[in-house]
């Protein structure tokens, strides 16, 4: 899957820059150009490198300069420089900064190819080892990240790790709330004791209770055996409340009860049980407006959001997409015994550029999709569909012609958009707040797409 392997060309012949990138693209291989070593640092701050092929002669800033600024900032970026005939010494020496390679600019092109070719096979030979190992612990895959803003989400999980507050988990639904739960717990001093989550939307009210206190025998019909619940299977652990938003008002007054006092009462019974519990829940839901609806205790929302953190969307990191993209295919190909050769361009362009509003939990949906559809070992674009009984053909599916991703997105959006005002009787605040947008960002769709017929804004 080469178009998974990013390349950057930095020279300052710009023609030359167009030769190799089209050569390397020809081979199957994604390429980005740079005129001097600066412009690359500045490229590479923004977007991820497998691979810089550097000119050491150059303007602004020399290839040597860059190597030793590549290994400092980025070490697990390969570089091969590229030398005139007669000055194979300086290649020498630009190995020595770190560099692994280097290519004679006279030379055949087709031994530039084959340098790719070996450490591009190298990466992904590395990278199934480390897919091996993480399969045996997926969390930790998805707490490495290339994104400033999920980086300092982490660093603030690792403060806070320790202190035993209470914290509130704020992100969209797929966005992996349990994932930065268990983290937390994990680098916390309750490590080694339980960890246990629950899902408040799963259970119906009248359940919800008996799942998170216990219930004595016969304390209900059906009750017949004594059991513990969430909190005690939590005790001197980490209890974590995800979709908190969702708990039923009777119950969020004995949460905040045995929160606040830290003893619990099983249904049916007088005695209290006092236990030692890390507290940690999350929501997709704006909790505010729920306490303004009357859905919501304040006084809860005072006690579980000692600490605050939101998780940020897929469409917040695309720095993280090509991993990710190669992670899923790695693990996806074991659990349905399916090989994945190749990966159509136009495909990779639309797993990268995608919005995905279910988030990490939607790529892992449609690349499991792709590949259970594909045949011969090959993911193309008739495999992108959408879920079934969506309402809106998209593009991509109409007579088997292919439209530009572009154009096959906006198609979708706009007939999502429009079938949710439609839903909503036109009523943009409602609509916004079941697509998860504020109202100004739905405007401004409904602008984009001319969709303001028939729209209010109560």
Request: charge should be neutral; aromatic fraction near 6%; charged fraction near 25%.
């Amino acid at each position: 899957m080469k178009n998974l392997y990013k390349i950057l060309i930095v020279d300052d012949e710009v023609e030359y820059q167009h030769v190799l990138s089209l050569i390397l693209s020809d081979v199957g291989y994604k390429t980005a150009t740079c005129s001097n070593g600066q412009d690359a640092l500045n490229y590479m701050e923004e977007q991820a490198v497998n691979l810089v092929i550097t000119d050491l002669k150059m303007p602004v800033m020399d290839g040597m300069t860059l190597i030793r600024e590549i290994k400092k900032k980025h070490p697990a970026v390969d570089v091969i420089v590229m030398t005139a005939f007669g000055s194979i010494e300086s290649a020498v020496d630009a190995i020595k900064y770190g560099a692994v390679d280097y290519y004679v600019k006279s030379g055949d092109m087709d031994d530039l190819v084959i340098k790719v070719n070996r450490l591009a096979k190298l990466n992904r030979l590395e990278f199934k080892n480390t897919v091996l190992l993480k399969n045996q612990n997926d969390q930790s895959f998805f707490l490495e990240s290339l994104s400033p803003l999920y980086l300092h989400l982490l660093e603030l999980c690792q403060r806070a790790a320790d202190t035993g507050i209470s914290i509130l988990l704020l992100g969209e639904s797929g966005v992996g709330k349990e994932v930065i739960a268990n983290y937390i717990h994990r680098l916390s001093s309750r490590q080694h004791e339980p960890f246990v989550p629950i899902n408040c939307q799963v259970f119906p009210e009248g359940v919800i209770d008996s799942e998170l206190f216990g219930h004595e025998k016969g304390s209900f019909t059906g009750a017949i055996d004594c059991r513990a619940g969430k909190f005690e299977q939590a005790n001197l652990g980490t209890l974590f409340m995800d979709e908190i938003g969702d708990l039923p008002l009777s119950t969020q007054g004995k949460l905040l009860r045995a929160i606040e006092s830290r003893k619990i009462q099983r249904l049916g019974s007088n005695k209290s049980l006092s236990l030692d519990i890390r507290f940690i829940s999350a929501t997709n839901k704006h909790l505010n407006q729920l306490i303004a609806e009357g859905t919501f205790r304040e006084d809860l929302l005072h006690r579980i959001n000692t600490l605050t953190l939101t998780i940020p969307p897929l469409r917040e990191r695309k720095e993280d997409l090509p991993s990710l993209i190669q992670f899923f295919i790695q693990k996806i190909e074991q659990e349905q015994k399916k090989k994945v050769s190749h990966v159509d361009q136009n495909v990779m362009d639309f797993l990268l550029s995608y919005d995905y509003p279910g988030n990490i939990r939607e790529l892992k949906n449609i690349i499991e999709r792709m590949i259970a559809l594909s045949k011969d070992g090959r993911l193309t674009s008739s495999e992108i569909l959408l879920p079934a009984g969506n309402s809106c053909a998209s593009p991509v599916q109409q007579d088997d012609i292919l439209h530009p991703l572009k154009e096959a997105r906006a198609f979708f959006e706009k007939n999502y958009i429009r079938k949710a005002l439609e839903r909503h009787g036109g009523n943009v605040a409602k609509t916004s707040k079941t697509l998860d947008i504020s109202t100004r960002q739905l405007w401004n769709k409904l602008n984009q797409y001319h969709l303001h017929e028939n729209t209010r804004d109560k």
